[in-house]
């Protein structure tokens, strides 16, 4: 067994998670694997973007049963500066996933912004798995909204979910 670091090493994997897809979860667990502890932080503000469509609570709830099994993982919402939250959970890295080049484009500004006020905390990118490449919370979304099947792009209760929360 190797020793305990000292410091362990701590990342952030930050998100919106409206809801968690197996994107997410291939993205997290191979965080997992890299850090000594992997904080799946989610976004909690409602002055962001468009309101979501499932609740901070559920969005928990989704991601902490889909990465159970995972012992060094934990979630947890969030309502400040990405870069302040990260600080304050002892955390020097921010993992993200990558898809495609619109994602590189909204990333690399984001890391300049987030560089810009903590140069202390690095941002860490994790390529998509080709099988999720095209796979994204909102697609998942307009997919159910017309009766399409989600069942393999997302874990089975969300599925669910998603097949009620869109018939209301
Ligand atoms: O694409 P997402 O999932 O909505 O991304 C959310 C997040 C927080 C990862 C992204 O918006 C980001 O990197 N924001 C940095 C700026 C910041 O700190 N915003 C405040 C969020 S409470």
Same mark, same amino acid.
């Given at each position: 067994? &190797?020793?305990?670091?000292?410091? &362990?090493?701590?990342? $952030?994997? &930050?998100?919106?998670?409206?809801?968690?897809?197996?994107?997410?979860?291939?993205?997290? %667990?191979?965080?997992?694997?890299?850090?000594?502890?992997?904080? *799946?932080? *989610?976004?909690?503000?409602? *002055?962001?973007?468009?309101? +979501? /469509?499932?609740?901070?609570?559920?969005?928990?709830?989704?991601?902490? +049963?889909? %990465?159970?099994?995972?012992?060094?993982?934990?979630?947890?919402?969030? =309502?400040?500066? /990405?870069? =302040?939250?990260?600080?304050?959970?002892?955390?020097?890295?921010? *993992?993200k996933g990558l898809r495609a080049i619109s994602d590189f484009e909204y990333e690399l500004e984001m890391?300049?912004?987030?560089?810009?006020?903590?140069?202390?905390?690095? +941002? $860490?990118y !994790?390529m998509a +798995?080709?099988?999720?490449s095209?796979?994204s919370?909102?697609?998942?979304?307009?997919?159910?909204?017309?009766?399409? =099947?989600?069942?393999? !792009?997302?874990? =089975?209760?969300?599925?669910?979910? !998603?097949?009620?929360?869109?018939?209301?």
């Amino acid at each position: 067994m &190797p020793p305990e670091p000292e410091h &362990p090493h701590i990342a $952030v994997c &930050p998100g919106s998670y409206d809801p968690i897809t197996f994107g997410h979860v291939d993205v997290i %667990t191979r965080a997992a694997e890299i850090f000594d502890e992997v904080i *799946v932080g *989610v976004v909690n503000a409602s *002055v962001r973007k468009s309101r +979501s /469509l499932f609740s901070a609570e559920e969005r928990v709830e989704f991601i902490a +049963s889909a %990465t159970g099994h995972l012992p060094n993982v934990r979630v947890d919402t969030f =309502d400040i500066l /990405l870069v =302040d939250y990260a600080r304050r959970m002892g955390a020097k890295a921010i *993992v993200k996933g990558l898809r495609a080049i619109s994602d590189f484009e909204y990333e690399l500004e984001m890391n300049q912004l987030n560089r810009h006020l903590a140069d202390d905390i690095e +941002s $860490v990118y !994790l390529m998509a +798995s080709p099988q999720y490449s095209f796979l994204s919370s909102s697609g998942v979304k307009e997919i159910a909204t017309f009766g399409g =099947d989600v069942s393999d !792009l997302v874990p =089975d209760e969300v599925a669910r979910r !998603l097949k009620e929360a869109l018939a209301r």
